[in-house]
């Protein structure tokens, strides 16, 4: 059984193989001529004396240079236990930086080419201002300062956070950094007692307070303390190429689940913050929950998801009656109908005409407004404005790119990579209304 089933890998070790092993990208990564010549000045380039694209570090390379800026201390590496004579696997190792968003420290485990990429987003001044002053960003001048909530005892929860003023819908409740970020396949393919001795290291080398801290958080699946604290409060972040780490941030880790929550995360490679926004208004004693599960599931089966983090859920939807759990549960089937439906025309494999996509949308709307499913219209969205296209209304389709452009903005924020869909969706349109107008002129002549 694999230790974190609650984060399935993005990329297999395989994959990862492959990708490191690529000639090419890998000679892009190791080579600091790469950089053009106006790149930004960085942190690597300008407070540790290290080219603007640094080399990767491991033990072996920081004995013969004798330094391993700008990390804190040499880093400490091991061996995957995959390897055999024609399969070599990258070694993972630890990495700490410090100062950190603050007065703060970050332990990284992951393959030197990787740690590599990320010295960028060490530099504190890449946090954009609007996140550098919020009250809850250790950022701040002075540090954390009445953030809009407080850390209390939750019954059958531990502890949680709970607004202690007003919060609006799309307020930043929260921004957080990591404490400790550590490679997904670590975990699959290096020992049991190696992996504990590298994580146990990772957290000895932060600040006493921030290690305090940590050993505060929840603990639920039990077995080994360091891994029951990961298991319990960690979340699937990706670093450098997209490739998937397991994140733990002190504060946001304290956000308790609900199936039916009412902020949501977002999360910046960039900057390696984690924003959590407000999806409604919030008011003061309420709890601040998300859902650890994705968002639309059956009962049974974020039941089945949930049991991967050790608890079984007592939120108001899951502690409903039989009966209103079956029609939470008919609705969200009936929205995964109407994502189909839309699909199958958006992609002409059905006929469909404009006035059953017209009533398939305003059905899901309601259904999502009835089940607090809002995010979901991220998808639907954009599969009613393709399937707009395909029925060739052009103004219904324009109306809802217009929305899901607006949406992405609000839940994908400054994140230009997350917002590429969005662009195909807008690009996909407006390539129909060439056609259109050319059909016209045509018409016309």
Same mark, same amino acid.
């Given at each position: 059984?694999?230790?974190?089933?609650?984060?399935?890998?993005?990329?297999?070790?395989?994959?990862?193989?492959?990708?490191?092993?690529?000639?090419?990208?890998?000679?892009?990564?190791?080579?600091?001529?790469?950089?053009?010549?106006?790149?930004? =000045?960085?942190?690597?380039?300008?407070?540790?004396?290290?080219?603007?694209?640094?080399?990767?570090?491991?033990?072996?390379?920081?004995?013969?240079?004798?330094?391993?800026?700008?990390?804190?201390?040499?880093?400490?590496?091991?061996?995957?236990?995959?390897?055999?004579?024609? @399969?070599?696997?990258?070694?993972?190792?630890?990495?700490?930086?410090?100062?950190?968003?603050?007065?703060?420290?970050?332990?990284?485990?992951?393959?030197? @080419?990787?740690?590599?990429?990320?010295?960028?987003?060490?530099?504190?001044?890449?946090?954009?201002?609007?996140?550098?002053?919020?009250?809850?960003?250790?950022?701040?001048?002075?540090?954390?300062?009445?953030?809009?909530?407080? *850390?209390?005892?939750?019954?059958?929860?531990?502890? $949680?956070?709970? +607004?202690?003023?007003?919060?609006?819908?799309?307020?930043?409740?929260?921004?957080?950094?990591?404490?400790?970020?550590?490679?997904?396949?670590?975990?699959?393919?290096?020992?049991?007692?190696? /992996?504990?001795? *590298?994580?146990?290291?990772?957290?000895?080398?932060?600040?006493? &307070?921030?290690?305090?801290?940590?050993?505060?958080?929840?603990?639920?699946? $039990?077995?080994?303390?360091? &891994?029951?604290?990961?298991?319990?409060?960690?979340?699937?972040?990706?670093?450098?190429?997209?490739?998937?780490?397991?994140?733990?941030?002190? *504060?946001?880790? /304290?956000?308790?689940?609900?199936?039916?929550?009412?902020?949501?995360?977002?999360?910046?490679?960039?900057?390696?913050?984690?924003?959590?926004?407000?999806?409604?208004? *919030?008011?003061?004693?309420?709890?601040?929950?998300?859902?650890?599960?994705?968002?639309?599931?059956?009962?049974?089966?974020?039941?089945?998801?949930?049991?991967?983090?050790?608890?079984?859920?007592?939120?108001?939807?899951?502690?409903?009656?039989?009966?209103? /759990? !079956?029609?939470?549960?008919?609705? /969200?089937?009936?929205?995964?109908?109407?994502?189909?439906?839309?699909?199958?025309?958006?992609?002409?494999?059905?006929?469909?005409?404009?006035?059953? @996509?017209?009533?398939?949308?305003?059905?899901?709307?309601?259904?999502?407004?009835?089940?607090?499913?809002?995010?979901?219209?991220?998808?639907?969205? $954009?599969?009613? +404005?393709?399937? #707009?296209?395909?029925?060739?209304?052009? $103004?219904?389709?324009?109306? #809802?790119?217009?929305?899901?452009?607006?949406?992405?903005?609000?839940? !994908?924020?400054?994140?230009?990579?997350?917002?590429?869909?969005?662009?195909?969706?807008?690009?996909?349109?407006?390539?129909?209304?060439?056609? +259109? @107008?050319?059909?016209? =002129?045509?018409?016309?002549?």
């Amino acid at each position: 059984m694999e230790l974190f089933q609650k984060f399935p890998s993005l990329f297999s070790w395989l994959v990862l193989l492959a990708i490191l092993k690529q000639p090419f990208l890998l000679a892009q990564l190791l080579d600091p001529s790469t950089c053009s010549a106006g790149s930004h =000045k960085s942190l690597s380039g300008t407070q540790h004396g290290l080219p603007v694209c640094p080399l990767p570090i491991d033990e072996e390379s920081a004995a013969e240079t004798g330094t391993w800026a700008p990390w804190k201390r040499r880093p400490y590496c091991v061996e995957p236990f995959m390897q055999d004579d024609d @399969v070599t696997g990258p070694e993972f190792c630890l990495y700490t930086f410090e100062p950190f968003r603050g007065d703060q420290a970050l332990s990284v485990v992951t393959t030197p @080419v990787l740690a590599a990429t990320i010295v960028d987003a060490l530099d504190d001044s890449i946090v954009p201002p609007r996140l550098r002053v919020h009250p809850s960003n250790s950022l701040g001048e002075d540090g954390k300062i009445n953030p809009p909530f407080t *850390i209390e005892d939750v019954s059958g929860k531990g502890k $949680g956070l709970i +607004a202690q003023r007003s919060i609006r819908k799309w307020d930043i409740v929260l921004v957080d950094h990591p404490a400790l970020l550590a490679h997904m396949d670590m975990f699959d393919v290096v020992g049991s007692e190696i /992996r504990q001795d *590298i994580l146990e290291q990772s957290l000895k080398q932060l600040p006493e &307070e921030q290690r305090e801290e940590i050993w505060l958080l929840d603990r639920s699946m $039990g077995g080994e303390p360091i &891994e029951d604290i990961l298991r319990t409060n960690i979340f699937g972040v990706e670093l450098g190429l997209e490739i998937p780490h397991l994140g733990l941030f002190p *504060i946001a880790s /304290r956000i308790n689940h609900d199936c039916k929550p009412n902020v949501f995360w977002r999360y910046s490679v960039r900057t390696l913050a984690v924003e959590v926004i407000a999806m409604r208004d *919030i008011e003061p004693g309420e709890e601040i929950t998300q859902s650890y599960v994705p968002l639309g599931l059956s009962y049974q089966d974020r039941a089945d998801d949930l049991n991967n983090w050790g608890f079984t859920c007592t939120c108001s939807l899951c502690a409903a009656s039989a009966q209103q /759990r !079956a029609t939470s549960d008919k609705n /969200r089937q009936q929205l995964q109908h109407i994502y189909y439906s839309l699909n199958e025309g958006a992609s002409g494999r059905s006929n469909i005409t404009a006035a059953v @996509v017209n009533d398939l949308a305003e059905e899901m709307e309601s259904l999502v407004r009835e089940e607090g499913l809002e995010p979901q219209l991220l998808v639907y969205y $954009g599969v009613v +404005a393709r399937a #707009y296209m395909c029925v060739g209304d052009l $103004g219904a389709a324009r109306r #809802y790119v217009d929305l899901s452009e607006e949406l992405w903005m609000r839940y !994908a924020g400054e994140e230009q990579d997350y917002l590429a869909g969005m662009q195909q969706l807008r690009h996909e349109l407006m390539e129909r209304e060439k056609m +259109a @107008v050319t059909d016209r =002129k045509s018409e016309d002549a």
